[in-house]
């Protein structure tokens, strides 16, 4: 840190003095438990369980089929523009179903078929399981090369072979953040497309999608977003793409006129298009009502109040014994800290056993994902002093 021979701000202080402290009594958790996983699954806003009764009781139980045209149907479109709020995508532009992995399938292979005549497709080394799993299927697919590349190696990777490059905003494993600006713009340089994967960034940091002409772009909900265990993930087709999009889950939910039952498949004009089947109806509406704590909210408030969090907890344990640190100094993270300490398994069961909850990723790392509408200065101490003693008195 810094001496600049001020004392710091006492965390209470801090939680004192935060302007995202009322969000916070938006959500039903519990005092005793520091809560770090956040960029696992999301802590259940209060008034989700609320809407759920509503949701089962009133539109399934009273409505029945009625509903699907009382607001259900239409779901998908609706609660991807409340998401489009907060990734810097102007409305009709995302839509939400799937999962994450299942939305990389459809962008990465309407990204393939956007950009014919090249026959590479770029993926970051260490990206996340699911995104590498599916880019090396949709290049068995599509009769692609896949490229593993490092992100710090990708400019010299790209060429006029490359289809489509996907990256991680921010990496799950080391917390690190890429310049989407940059990337986005060296990529369109090479004349590739770029597929963004927000599940680390969205809901924690400003994303401006339209801003920086992102191709496309798919993200989880049930992480900083709060959605709820297997919430839908969304998937962004900027409004120029649109036209052209042709992803290969040719459902008759993205179909033009579904109901038509017509026999061959006309897609949809607008992001609909990237519907798949029968959308998840309470998954949806649960995410729908956890989107509510947004309202009024600014993510630079989000963004500085993570790395705030993430100073104070990482000054606290970066020099304990046996721990290493992972994830970068600079600005360039995301809202997590991970550490590195060689027993980190056992590390976090006893932390969790004293209701610190992290998590583990294999070999030797431990998580701490610090969700700014929930997590408190005072949590990001205790963690610290906690996980202090877990490792002085092994
Ligand atoms: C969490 C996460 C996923 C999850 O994919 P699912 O299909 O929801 O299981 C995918 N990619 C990244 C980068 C993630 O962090």
Redesign the pocket.
């Known amino acids: 840190m810094i001496d600049s021979g001020v004392a710091a701000p006492a965390p209470a202080d801090l939680d004192a003095d935060d302007p995202l402290a009322p969000v916070r009594e938006l959500f039903d958790l519990d005092d005793d438990v520091v809560y770090l996983d956040g ?2 699954l999301g802590a259940p806003p209060r008034a989700v369980a609320e809407r759920m009764r509503h949701v089962v009781r009133e539109q399934w139980g009273r409505r029945l089929i009625r509903a699907w045209s009382e607001g259900w149907w239409d779901a998908p479109l609706r609660v991807g523009d409340r998401i489009g709020r907060l990734v810097g995508a102007a409305p009709g532009q995302v839509v939400v179903g799937d ?6 399938f459809k962008a990465l292979v309407g990204a393939v078929r956007a950009n014919p005549g090249r026959d590479e497709i770029v993926v970051e080394a260490s ?5 590498g799993y599916i880019a090396r299927s949709v290049a068995e697919l599509t009769g692609h090369a896949l490229r593993p590349v490092p992100p710090d190696e990708l400019a010299g990777a790209l060429s006029e072979r490359t289809a489509v490059v996907l990256l ?1 905003h921010v ?2 494993r080391t917390g690190r953040l890429l310049d989407a600006a940059a990337l986005t713009e060296q990529v369109h340089a090479a004349g590739a497309l770029v597929v963004w ?1 927000l ?2 960034s969205a809901g924690v940091l400003p994303v401006e999608l339209d801003a920086l002409g992102v191709d496309l772009a ?1 993200g ?1 909900t ?2 900083f977003l709060n959605g709820g265990p ?1 919430a839908p ?1 969304f998937l962004y087709v900027p409004h120029a793409a649109q036209a052209t999009f042709s992803q290969p889950l040719t459902g008759w939910a993205g179909h033009r006129e579904p109901f038509a039952m017509e026999e061959g498949y006309a897609p949809a004009g607008g992001v609909g298009r990237g519907r798949a089947g029968t959308p998840d109806v309470l998954s949806m509406l649960a995410l729908d009502a956890a989107l509510d704590v947004w309202d009024g909210v600014d993510l630079r408030d989000v963004r500085a109040k993570g790395l705030a969090l993430t100073a104070l907890f990482r000054a606290a344990v970066e020099d304990l014994p046996g721990i290493g640190v992972l994830t970068p100094a600079d600005e360039w993270r995301g809202h997590q800290i991970s550490l590195r300490h060689a027993d980190a398994r056992a590390v976090v069961g006893e932390l969790v056993e004293r209701n610190v909850i992290g998590d583990h990723r294999p070999p030797d790392v431990l998580r701490f994902g610090f969700a700014p509408l929930y997590v408190r200065y005072a949590d990001a101490q205790r963690a610290a002093e906690v996980l202090a003693d877990v490792l002085r008195t092994r």
Request: contains cysteine; negative net charge; charged residues 15%.
């Open positions: 960029n696992s999962s994450t992995s299942v939305n990389l990206t996340f399981p699911t995104d991680n990496d799950y994967d599940c680390h798919v989880c049930y992480k297997g993930a």
